[in-house]
């Protein structure tokens, strides 16, 4: 079993910056592939930004430019880089991550982000 927490969450004026993190935990485990994933109320939640076990990521559009995606594979952690707030990047963050051998997903519980002059 894998347990992730994030944390970095808050409140950031328009044009600030966050960094969240999720720190992933457990017994004998291995990560594969990672994820930001988003909800904003009465919106369906989405992906946000991804990176595979190799450092390979993948953003939404929306974000390109702006948010970047890391991981240290040593810490277990996975980290947004979050650039340029806009209100519209006001949401739950969610991590995600794929056992690299059993497959199973893993959700945190998330964080709040707010963009909010």
């Known amino acids: 079993q894998v347990q992730l927490v994030e944390s970095g969450g808050g409140l950031v004026q328009p044009g600030g910056s966050l960094r969240l993190s999720c720190a992933a935990s457990?017994?004998?485990?291995?990560?594969?592939?990672m994820g930001w994933y988003r909800q904003a109320p009465g919106k369906q939640r989405e992906l946000v930004a991804s990176?595979?076990?190799?450092?390979?990521?993948n953003y939404v559009d929306s974000v390109k430019g702006r948010f970047t995606i890391s991981r240290d594979n040593a810490k277990n952690t996975m980290y947004l880089q979050m650039n340029s707030l806009e209100p519209e990047d006001t949401a739950v963050y969610f991590c995600?991550?794929?056992?690299?051998?059993?497959?199973?997903?893993?959700w945190g519980q998330g964080t709040q982000v707010t963009v909010s002059s």
């Open positions: 995600n991550a794929r056992g690299a051998r059993s497959g199973n997903i893993y």
């Open positions: 457990g017994r004998h485990f291995s990560i594969g592939d």
């Open positions: 990176i595979t076990g190799g450092g390979r990521t």
